[in-house]
């Protein structure tokens, strides 16, 4: 199975990200491309596709949602996961994860994914605006990271499993094993 992993990142976090996603798809059995969702000029060629982003002002960074704008008849034929990394996941609570899916909401209107991940981000809170350090809490001088990496890992998983499944590959009866 043929995968890409197309991710928007300002920061860094959310490309780190992206290539621990690639990686252990890669150990699972797939064939993983990992870019920026500005490199990627075709998705023709994957049977599958993850398309993360890091959240600015409560949403998507724009070129993730252009990305799913421009590649949005293709992207409707193949299985496609979601995945966000945003500081309101600092915490993971029901009212979290509603505010988290409304921020995915223009992507999820324009494509049906499979899965969707919702994942804690890391920053320098000296970077976050004020109004974000507020509504989680953050000191300005701090470095702050909530990214789970079990978490993210045990994603990739489930999403492996259930891609294999509707692009019609074998792996979907491969057993996944920890390392």
Do not use: C, I, N
Request: aromatic share 8%; hydrophobic share 45%; net charge negative.
């Amino acid at each position: 199975m043929k995968v890409l992993v197309a991710y928007a990142s300002r920061l860094g976090s959310t490309a780190e990200v992206a290539e621990f996603m690639g990686e252990e798809l890669r150990r699972l059995g797939a064939e993983v491309d990992v870019m920026p969702v500005g490199e990627v000029r075709r998705v023709a060629p994957y049977d599958a596709v993850l398309v993360g982003s890091g959240v600015r002002h409560m949403h998507w960074l724009p070129e993730a949602t252009e990305f799913v704008r421009v590649y949005q008849d293709e992207l409707s034929r193949k299985p496609v996961a979601l995945f966000l990394l945003s500081m309101v996941m600092s915490t993971d609570t029901a009212q979290h994860r509603q505010e988290a899916m409304r921020m995915l909401e223009d992507a999820r209107q324009m494509v049906r994914p499979v899965a969707v991940g919702l994942f804690g981000g890391e920053v320098a809170g000296r970077m976050v605006p004020f109004m974000s350090r507020q509504q989680v809490a953050l000191p300005r001088s701090e470095e702050h990271d909530f990214r789970d990496w079990e978490a993210m890992r045990s994603w990739v998983q489930q999403v492996y499993r259930q891609l294999a499944r509707l692009s019609g590959h074998s792996a979907a009866d491969k057993e996944v094993k920890d390392e």
